[in-house]
């Protein structure tokens, strides 16, 4: 299939390592993929659900012991333990390759070993990357024949000499002569998820599931990408990319960075509430972006499907994905109907009276556990999105207006704040925090660092990342994005959400855009620039004055407690961390000291045309 002596080298060499039963190349035609599902089926890992509720469509239960991405077993391998930093699992690369060693030694033995030639990015584009994934899951294979660009003509595209990314995956578990297979092999003893920055390897071993074994998505397109971008001057970020088209027919683009579980395939998707708005999608989960000819900032969605938390998603809360997942998808760790069918909390508005589990037990809405994972996930092809935006395969990419920033904070950050200037953008994006669990009434939630939502992802030292943001600036000058922090879940002293989110989101985009094109002034605070209350389209909300007040104001005393939460953090990355966010945090500071006065109010501001 191919003339490339490197790939045909890195085929043999794993294969003489891993010793499967075959190898088989895949081509990326109908018939092999139909037949990859009929063999999950046979194997026992995958059912068909009801044709004619959802078809061609799989459901697979994993292991219940492996059911996420594992971060703790997830290893940076680069030469210096600094260049890992103080956020990562960092491992010696030659201990590691050891280990490793032997671990993979045989470990394919009685299994099929698949080669999976795959495009991160539409197939030509100049923003595009290719990798080979090495694995002996079919549901590995099933998975990135939807998520990604596969087979034949990812070849062709390589051609004799082209570079492409390693990545070798193996659930461990060999199967011996005459033992019968398990229905999710895995090997939950031995989980590494493991990268080499400097040579651009990736080598998972032991997990079957998601970010841990589709190698294609957060292993190459984040970590492994995000070193890249900072070696050729570009940018890999864990960012929805969506279209905007405004009432008078205005265009712009956004890419938002938001932690894991905060809404970004609800945002990507979003339905709007105010009449005349047009949302199409470009991306849910990575943004790959690169200076266009034009100066500007493109990005492009490097995926070429979803991998989405299943539970939450509705009807009400997302009809385009329940759109999208129609047919021609598979769902993991749902529950199932008595008619074939899929469920998850949030589907419908009430449960059926009884489910099978996520584990394989009857369920009825009184047994007092849910029937789905929390992590239950679909995947599903985006050319189903019923809004997808025509250019989303667009070989050139976006021109992104607006980054946005945000997480799940209760208090202290405001709905919507836009950042001074590229450099304090980087500073917001740098001290982003979401709560991890929910925060029982009244209180704040435990808070995770979680810069730019790149915590889990970034492929080498944060602080380094920081600085590669800076530069990035210097290179753009005027025509990089604008950048916003938004917080779509505060929350009124006594616990109240304060904002209804999903489609009213638009209301904030709005505001978003009319900043970008000098439309409208904003409310200088210590911290950034806020709406003033009028400015943001409240029309039809039950929203009141006190409630908006109390989205838009900047609370010093929350903030200054901030400052010494950030100090703390910022501490952990030594010399490292870029003069620039030191700056921006003491101004901050003497901002805030200068403004003792315990609230800013948008009201009482001043308004000011610059930014
Ligand atoms: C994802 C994640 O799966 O961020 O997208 O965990
Ligand atoms: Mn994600």
């Known amino acids: 299939?191919?003339?490339?002596?490197?790939?045909?080298?890195?085929?043999?060499?794993?294969?003489?390592?891993?010793?499967?039963?075959?190898?088989?190349?895949i081509d990326g035609s109908e018939a092999q993929y139909r037949s990859i599902l009929q063999s999950m089926v046979d194997a026992g890992t995958a059912k068909w659900l009801n044709p004619e509720k959802r078809p061609n469509?799989?459901?697979?239960?994993?292991?219940p012991a492996d059911v996420a991405r594992v971060e703790d077993r997830t290893f940076i391998c680069s030469e210096h333990r600094d260049d890992a930093g103080p956020t990562n699992n960092w491992a010696d690369p030659a201990e590691m390759r050891k280990t490793l060693r032997s671990l993979f030694d045989g470990c394919m033995r009685g299994?099929?070993?698949?080669?999976?030639?795959?495009?991160m990015g539409p197939l030509g584009s100049p923003i595009a990357h290719i990798g080979v994934e090495l694995t002996d899951s079919p549901y590995v294979v099933a998975s990135m024949t939807i998520t990604t660009r596969v087979g034949a003509r990812v070849l062709e595209a390589l051609g004799d000499s082209g570079e492409f990314g390693r990545c070798v995956h193996s659930v461990g578990k060999p199967l011996e002569p005459g033992s019968r297979d398990v229905p999710w092999p895995c090997n939950n003893e031995n989980k590494y998820i493991t990268h080499f920055p400097e040579t651009r390897e990736i080598w998972s071993f032991g997990s079957g599931y998601g970010g841990n074994a589709l190698l294609g998505k957060k292993c190459f397109a984040l970590r492994i990408a995000s070193v890249m971008a900072r070696d050729e001057g570009w940018m890999a970020e864990h960012m929805l990319i969506v279209k905007l088209t405004s009432p008078e027919g205005r265009v712009s683009y956004m890419a938002a960075a938001f932690p894991s579980a905060c809404g970004k395939t609800n945002l990507a998707m979003l339905t709007p509430t105010v009449p005349g708005w047009k949302v199409e999608c470009i991306g849910d989960d990575i943004a790959w972006m690169r200076f266009g000819s034009d100066g500007r900032l493109r990005a492009v969605n490097p995926e070429a499907g979803f991998f989405g938390v299943a539970p939450?998603?509705?009807e009400k809360t997302n009809p385009n994905a329940v759109a999208t997942l129609r047919r021609e998808s598979i769902f993991t760790n749902c529950a199932t109907t008595d008619d074939g069918d899929v469920w998850w909390e949030g589907m419908t508005e009430s449960p059926p009276a009884h489910l099978i589990d996520w584990r394989g037990?009857?369920?009825?809405?009184d047994c007092g556990r849910p029937a789905a994972?929390?992590?239950?996930?679909?995947?599903?092809?985006?050319?189903?999105?019923?809004?997808?935006?025509?250019e989303w395969e667009d070989p050139a990419g976006v021109p992104i207006d607006a980054i946005l920033f945000g997480g799940r904070r209760a208090d202290t950050v405001p709905l919507v704040q836009e950042a001074r200037s590229w450099r304090h953008g980087t500073f917001l994006g740098s001290i982003m925090?979401?709560?991890?669990?929910?925060?029982?009434?009244g209180k704040v939630g435990e808070l995770r660092r979680d810069p730019m939502a790149m915590l889990p992802f970034c492929g080498y030292n944060m602080a380094d990342y920081w600085a590669h943001w800076l530069k990035m600036g210097l290179r753009g000058g005027d025509n990089m994005p604008r950048i916003f922090y938004v917080n779509w879940f505060a929350k009124s002293p006594d616990g109240r959400i304060l904002w209804p989110g999903f489609g009213d989101n638009i209301r904030v985009l709005e505001w978003i855009i009319r900043r970008c094109d000098d439309e409208?002034?904003?409310?200088?605070t210590p911290v950034g620039l806020v709406p003033h209350p009028g400015d943001l389209n409240t029309d039809g909300l039950n929203l009141s004055a006190d409630d908006l007040t109390r989205l838009l104001e900047i609370r010093s005393d929350e903030w200054l407690g901030e400052v010494d939460s950030v100090r703390a953090y910022y501490k952990r990355f030594g010399t490292r961390l870029p003069d620039a966010l030191a700056h921006e945090l003491e101004n901050l500071e003497s901002r805030l000291d200068a403004n003792r006065a315990p609230t800013t109010n948008p009201t009482t501001l001043r308004a000011t045309g610059t930014s």
Not at 361 to 365: A, I, M
């Open 520 to 524: 409208v002034k904003a409310v200088e």
């Open 433 to 441: 925090g979401s709560e991890k669990t929910a925060a029982a009434a």
């Open 312 to 314: 939450g998603t509705g």
């Open 361 to 365: 037990r009857d369920w009825s809405p």
């Open 1 to 25: 299939m191919t003339h490339n002596q490197e790939l045909l080298d890195f085929v043999e060499s794993t294969r003489a390592l891993c010793r499967p039963d075959r190898v088989v190349w």
């Open 373 to 390: 994972h929390p992590n239950a996930r679909f995947t599903t092809p985006a050319a189903q999105c019923p809004i997808m935006a025509p």
């Open 111 to 119: 299994r099929t070993m698949y080669v999976i030639s795959f495009c």
């Open 57 to 63: 469509s799989l459901h697979v239960r994993s292991d």
